[in-house]
């Protein structure tokens, strides 16, 4: 049963705490992307990693870091460096763009509460 | 900046009716677009992507693409309650990295 699992679903952090979110596909595609949502607003690229260890930033990157050792594993791990981190985090994969068909699919999503 | 427009709404629609969801571009070399379905709390849902130009239909939905107006459109027949969501256009951006850009939503709801 292939898709994109993320955990955990709830997370609640303390100000001045890195946290690091998982996200694990098993769809075999070679690219992987991270976005924040926040209410009311469209999906803003953090970073994404269309082979294995190598990654770019996104729109916005400042306060994130990543890595991708294993064409199946992303994780983002949210630095106390990042202002406002209280958001939903979502986990998304694709075969490699520029490929036909070259569709985005998401995994379930990671709410981040930081007090 | 690579933009993508939609009218946050709410659209309110009666159950069985045509909805139709609208989306406009800035990327005149965006060859891929895409709408996703996301319930209150959800992820997205890929729901439908057309690449050429004209009407690809799929079950109860039907997407339009008119490249030289730069805009794609999402009509859903016979609406049902459980369409009620909101609905999201994504752009492929041109020039090689053909990340999509996301549009901030429309919410849809389909009253009994």
């Known amino acids: 049963d292939g898709g994109i699992t993320q955990s955990p679903k709830y997370l609640f952090r303390k100000e001045g705490q890195n946290v690091t979110l998982s996200c694990e596909q098993n769809l075999n595609h070679d690219a992987m992307y991270w976005y924040r949502q926040d209410p009311g607003q469209g999906l803003r690229l953090i970073y994404y990693?269309?082979?294995?260890?190598?990654?770019q930033k996104g729109d916005i990157a400042e306060g994130y870091s990543v890595s991708r050792e294993k064409k199946e594993s992303f994780p983002l791990t949210v630095t106390s460096a990042q202002k406002n981190p209280t958001a939903f985090y979502l986990c998304?994969?694709?075969?490699?763009?520029?490929?036909?068909?070259?569709?985005?699919?998401f995994g379930p999503g990671t709410r981040l509460t930081v007090t | 900046q690579k933009e993508v427009e939609q009218n946050s709404g709410p659209l309110s629609v009666p159950e069985g009716a045509i909805a139709s969801l609208n989306c406009t571009y800035s990327?005149?070399?965006?060859?891929?677009f895409f709408w996703y379905r996301q319930y209150s709390g959800k992820s997205p849902e890929l729901i439908m992507s057309i690449y050429s130009n004209g009407d690809k239909e799929d079950g109860r939905f039907t997407a339009q693409l008119n490249k030289a107006s730069q805009y794609v459109s999402l009509l859903i027949r016979d609406s049902q309650p459980s369409d009620s969501a909101t609905y999201l256009c994504a752009v492929e951006a041109s020039g090689g990295s053909y990340i999509p850009t996301f549009g901030r939503g429309t919410s849809l709801i389909v009253h009994p």
């Open positions: 990693s269309q082979i294995v260890n190598d990654f």
């Open positions: 998304a994969s694709s075969l490699t763009p520029g490929q036909v068909p070259y569709e985005q699919y």
């Open positions: 990327d005149r070399g965006s060859q891929s």
